[in-house]
């Protein structure tokens, strides 16, 4: 069923907090109680968000219909349907990163300036879905798809909020919205202001074992533009054969790095 067994503890992880929402959505309507559990959630949906990432390089199941079901789940929690980061990030900004006339999450504006974070995540919000869409002209069955489950996550997005209005925009309507803006504002760290063709010089790393277990490894990012296909869980082994290449201003600290040096202060 897995095509990777390391999958199965985040699949696990992510079934179980779809399911909890849905508890939380047909039993709560206290607006404060709503308001906490959306607010509290935002950072680990913007995790599972690094998971969906992980999922559109290299498909959890061998069946398409529960990759589909899958993509549904972590739909309803970042805001990312079926195949829009398929197209969007692996056969859209994979191929363009290292040119920014052409990177769907592209942080250069026409002049050539860089643009500020806030800017970024605005701009790569609010183009995700027509960028993917523009992507989806070169793989019509993919887009057919990505339309498909498009819309049919509008529609239940649409009839939770109808049928429970208040659960369904603090369970689903926000947090899709949200995460979708917050997984833009984290991906502005990944390549902003490296302006090169050398894609060993293109990306900034984070070695941090607690990010990297959060986030599946994402820190290792050079090396998985390197080889966008390969598992999240060999990241660190590829990394390890290509590092002599990375310049050391491309290793970044974490969050938990600054926190840690709070901690011991």
């Known amino acids: 069923m897995f095509r990777h067994p390391q999958d199965k503890l985040p699949v696990a992880l992510v079934a179980a907090l779809t399911c909890l929402d849905f508890v939380v959505y047909l039993r709560v309507d206290h607006v404060a109680i709503l308001c906490g559990y959306w607010l509290l959630m935002i950072i680990p949906k913007g995790v599972i968000s690094a998971w969906n990432h992980h999922h559109q390089h290299s498909f959890t199941f061998r069946s398409a219909w529960l990759n589909r079901a899958l993509e549904m789940s972590y739909a309803m929690h970042t805001g990312v349907t079926t195949h829009l980061w398929l197209l969007h990030h692996v056969l859209g900004h994979h191929v363009n990163y290292l040119d920014q006339t052409k990177d769907e999450s592209r942080w ?158």
């Not at 290509?242 to 290793?251: E, G, N, R, S």
Request: with cysteine.
């Open 108 to 265: 250069q504006r026409k002049s050539g300036k860089q643009m500020g974070v806030l800017e970024y995540t605005l701009s790569v919000s609010a183009t995700a879905y027509p960028r993917c869409f523009q992507v989806g002209k070169r793989y019509p069955k993919l887009q057919r798809t990505f339309v498909a489950f498009a819309l049919l996550t509008a529609a239940i997005t649409a009839a939770l909020v109808w049928y429970r209005p208040l659960p369904g925009l603090f369970l689903f309507a926000l947090p899709m919205t949200c995460t979708l803006m917050f997984t833009s504002w984290v991906t502005y760290d990944h390549h902003a202001g490296l302006e090169t063709s050398d894609p060993f010089q293109a990306s900034y790393n984070i070695l941090n074992r607690w990010f990297n277990a959060l986030t599946g490894n994402l820190g290792y990012h050079t090396a998985h533009h390197y080889k966008q296909g390969v598992h999240w869980s060999q990241l660190p082994a590829l990394h390890e054969t290509i590092k002599h290449k990375i310049p050391a201003h491309l290793y970044r600290k974490s969050t938990f790095d600054a926190a840690l040096a709070i901690l011991e202060e």
